[in-house]
Each structure stands twice: as C-alpha cells, then as structure tokens.
Nanobody, 120 residues
Framework: VQLQASGGGSVQPGGSLRLSCTASGSISSIRAMAWYRQAPGKERDLVARITGSFTTNYGDSVKGRFTISRDNAKNTVYLEMASLKPEDTAVYYC???????????????WGQGTQVTVSS
C-alpha cells in the first residue's frame, strides 16, 4: 500500500491550500483517513480525521478553518486549508487505516509528507 500526497507549497497568511492524498495497492478496505502535521522540533499532531462513514474530527487549532473530506471511490482524502497562519507551517502527512487484500486486520500506512509554508 502506498499513500501519495500532493498540494503543499508556500502561501501568504490568510491564504488557502488544498492537499490531496491517494492510497493505492492491494487494498481491501479503508477505515479512517487522516492528516497529521509536524513542525520542526515538535511532535506530530493530528490535524483532521474522517471515518469511512464521513464522521470528522479536527485539532483545536484548525477548527473552523480546515475541512477534511474523502472520495471512497478514489481512495482519496482531501484537506482544504483556509485562513492560513504562520503557525500552520509544517510537514503534513496523510494516514490511512487499511485492510490489505488477504489479511483481516487494519494497519496504519503513511504518506511521504508534503511541506506547507505560511509566510509573508
């Protein structure tokens, strides 16, 4: 299973970005998909999470500004980021809880990370 993230970049404060992450490989089922972020010298924190039934939850610092969504037919999760602040600067990682074909348990997989920089 591979997770390919895209959409990062540099933006001014108040701007917007959209991240995408597609899971591919021998996938039987995907349960939750999520975005995490890690700033230099800090731990990796949950940004947003969405279940297979589209229930969402967000980190406190992004509530009201970020929106997570998913397309189950495409095995893709999105993160719409608006009103970006310098403190949103980090490497963003996608995560998926996946059952691989031929197995019976859910396992976590991670994308390679995409840099988001918010600066004037």
């Amino acid at each position: 299973v591979q997770l390919q993230a895209s959409g990062g970049g540099s933006v001014q404060p108040g701007g917007s970005l959209r991240l995408s992450c597609t899971a591919s490989g021998s996938i039987s089922s995907i349960r939750a998909m999520a975005w995490y972020r890690q700033a230099p010298g800090k731990e990796r924190d949950l940004v947003a999470r969405i279940t297979g039934s589209f229930t969402t939850n967000y980190g406190d610092s992004v509530k009201g500004r970020f929106t997570i969504s998913r397309d189950n037919a495409k095995n893709t999760v999105y993160l719409e980021m608006a009103s970006l602040k310098p403190e949103d600067t980090a490497v963003y990682y996608c995560n998926a809880n996946v059952v691989v074909v031929g197995r019976i348990i859910f396992e976590d997989y991670w994308g390679q990370g995409t840099q988001v920089t918010v600066s004037s």
